[in-house]
């Protein structure tokens, strides 16, 4: 069975607060993704990576980086946390490009409020 | 930027046949469509995922329009367990890779 596992379910940060959230696979998947779910808006796509230590830009970038060092983790940064960033993350992993042919394995995710 | 619309919640009643249908007018050629599954306080799950025609599997079927504009996903014979929210999923035209979601379809299995 594929395992993707998240560092945290819960999260409380404060404002400008730096904050990191780690996504770990064991299934030796090239791709991994971070994602946001809000209500009424799904889940768009933040960042994802197709192999270590290359990222590209999803949806909505803006206010987030991202962290592939090795294989199995990828870790989502949030360089000073706001209000807005509130929000449920989830982290999958897929065998190949998920819009091409590939199933994504999700996390439990993280729900993060930001004070 | 392509766009998916599903309808936000729909209601059903345990054994019949239910049909949620994602719009998706600006699929790319080589993109598949996906749907997958999501219950309360868990990620997304895969139920099934199709090119074009007609897929099926151990829990649902998918169709697919010839001009890929749409798709429907049908779980036949419902049971209380098939409560969940229901995402479409393609890839994006534009010039960069992107994966849409769409905003999800309630679906409420009565007993």
Redesign the interface.
């Known amino acids: 069975d594929v395992k ?1 596992t998240q560092s945290s379910r819960y999260l409380v940060k404060r404002t400008g607060e730096k904050v990191f959230l780690e996504c770990v696979q064991d299934m030796d998947h090239e791709n991994m ?1 971070w ?1 946001r779910q809000d209500p ?6 933040i960042y ?1 990576s197709y192999d270590v230590k290359m990222k ?4 909505i970038p803006e206010g987030y980086s991202v962290s592939r060092e090795k294989k199995e983790r990828f870790s989502l940064i949030l360089e000073s946390a706001s209000t807005n960033q509130t929000s449920m993350y ?1 982290c ?1 992993s897929s065998l190949s ?5 590939g ?7 993280t729900r993060l409020t930001v004070l | 930027l392509a766009k998916t619309t599903q309808p936000i919640s729909m209601d059903s009643y345990e054994g019949q046949e239910v049909n949620i249908t994602c719009s998706h007018n600006n699929i ?1 050629t ?3 469509i ?1 749907w ?1 599954q999501q219950f309360p ?6 139920i099934i ?1 199709g ?1 074009k025609t007609k897929v099926t599997n151990e829990v649902a079927s998918l169709f697919i329009p010839a001009d890929r504009k749409s798709s429907t996903l049908s779980l036949p014979r419902v049971s209380l367990s098939d409560t969940a929210v229901y ?1 479409c ?4 035209m534009g010039s ?9 379809t309630r679906l409420l299995v009565r007993p």
């Open positions: 993707v993704f994602y009424g808006l799904g889940l768009r796509l994802f590209e830009k999803g949806d989830l999958a490009l998920a819009g091409r042919g199933e994504q394995f999700f996390g439990p995710g | 790319a080589n993109d598949y996906t997958y306080s868990q990620g997304p799950r895969f995922q090119y995402y999923l393609v890839g994006d960069s890779y992107k994966l849409i979601f769409g905003s999800g």
